[in-house]
């Protein structure tokens, strides 16, 4: 898998918009982006991904630059219970068969 | 929903014991994952089984092995587990054409 470089950590006031950045420079063109979140205690959920196109889901909003080389999930209300550590991945094809690679991902704390 | 279980939230095992972690879904997900989660380290594939009887070495499979004897348990074996093998271990599946991994809450083993 391609590597991927998020922020550690972000904070979040409950209500807003949480945007969380992902940069991919060396993706090549049959790799997807992928994101993850894991609460904490909890095994990692799926959220969202993506090939080139904006994706938009009842969990959040994936916005990849056109050259492809970052991207950006939106939780557009952010909750408490969005506090997890989000993770962004770059793999190929189209398919769960092929395994997962977490970095260290980006720790959002939503604050009331 | 996709449930996927693990025997086990906490497990505390000597050095030399032999482990046993089980892990059944009952989606008939045909793709089976075992992983390990490490700070700093990310989440690492042990390893993987696309079928019932089928099995595949992931990236960390030393001192692990594999039993999927039916399609909804994946067996992971530590056969003679040492301290370095303290973690959160992770079972996922997926179907085979599927885009989202599905995890279980993890087991989190400690090896004195």
Redesign the interface.
């Known amino acids: 898998d391609a590597k991927t470089t998020q922020p550690t950590s972000m904070d979040c006031a409950e209500g807003r918009a949480a945007n969380l950045p992902c940069n991919h420079s060396t993706i090549s063109g049959n790799e997807y982006v992928y994101w993850y979140r894991q609460i904490h205690s909890q095994g990692p959920q799926y959220i969202i991904h993506g090939l080139k196109n904006n994706e938009t889901n009842e969990m959040a909003s994936l916005i990849i630059t056109e050259d492809r080389k970052s991207s950006t999930l939106i939780l557009p209300h952010a909750t408490l219970r969005d506090t997890a550590v989000y993770y962004c991945i770059v793999r190929e094809g189209n398919n769960a068969g092929n395994m997962l690679t977490f970095g260290g991902g980006t720790r959002l704390m939503v604050k009331p | 929903d996709v449930k996927?279980t693990q025997s086990s939230r906490y497990l505390v095992k000597r050095t030399g014991e032999k482990v046993f972690l089980e892990c059944v879904q009952d989606m008939d997900h045909?793709?089976m994952?075992w992983?390990r989660?490490d700070p700093?380290l990310?989440?690492?594939?042990i390893y993987?089984s696309?079928d019932v009887k089928m099995k595949e070495k992931?990236?960390i499979p030393e001192g692990y092995s594999v039993s999927r004897e039916k399609k909804e348990r994946f067996s992971l074996i530590l056969e003679s587990a040492s301290t370095n093998q303290t973690s959160m271990y992770?079972?996922?599946s997926?179907?085979?054409?599927?885009?989202?991994?599905?995890?279980?809450?993890?087991t989190r083993l400690t090896v004195l």
């Open positions: 996927v045909e793709n994952f992983y989660q700093g990310g989440l690492r594939l993987f696309y992931g990236d992770l079972c996922a997926s179907m085979s054409s599927g885009n989202e991994q599905f995890f279980g809450p993890g």
